[in-house]
């Protein structure tokens, strides 16, 4: 099994859970308990800027901590080799319930509830639905990046475009088969 250290922590990656905009997350393990890795990566996006990835990833952790944000805690994190620790969330994506048409509505109302407290504090969330974990009744944004208000990228006029089976949610998935 393949290893990847944060600090001087050796972990065994389970399986990658996905690739976002800066970087690849992985399921890994140190034998007794599961977490989610995260390595930075600096490929390049054409819709989005990067200064340095790693820091904005602690800022953006920090900012969602001080509104309250439900989130994993980050655990550690590794300046050198670009990497952050953080607690895994069990449980199905938003993106994996929309697509078997299992979406709680539940999620709708957490969500909508987020967003009151997101944007008197400026802050938008990515709100694609693989960034959400619904687990014990409470949905988790399991990504740490946020960016100030815009009204265009807010919930209820770009995020709620993939949260049900919408023309956009349905391209979506075609393209990424």
Not at 50 to 68: A, H, T, V
Not at 155 to 161: M, S
Not at 163 to 174: D, G, H, I, M, R
Request: aromatic fraction near 16%; glycine fraction near 6%.
């Amino acid at each position: 099994m393949e290893k990847m250290n944060v600090n001087s922590r050796a972990f065994s990656i389970i399986k990658l859970l996905g690739k976002g905009k800066g970087g690849y997350s992985y399921l890994v393990t140190d034998g007794k308990k599961e977490y989610v890795l995260k390595q930075i990566h600096h490929e390049p996006c054409s819709y989005y800027q990067f200064g340095d990835k790693l820091q904005s990833e602690l800022d953006d952790y920090k900012r969602l901590l001080d509104i309250g944000i439900a989130m994993p805690k980050l655990l550690d994190y590794d300046r050198e080799n670009e990497r952050i620790l953080k607690e895994y969330i069990k449980g199905e994506t938003v993106f994996y319930m929309v697509l078997n048409d299992c979406l709680p509505n539940a999620c709708i109302e957490q969500v909508k509830e987020m967003c009151k407290i997101l944007y008197p504090k400026n802050t938008n969330i990515d709100y694609f639905p693989t960034n959400f974990v619904f687990q014990d009744n409470i949905l988790y944004y399991i990504d740490f990046e946020c960016n100030d208000y815009m009204e265009q990228w807010n919930f209820e006029n770009w995020g709620i475009n993939y949260w049900s089976k919408t023309s956009e949610f349905l391209s979506y998935v075609e393209e990424h088969k």
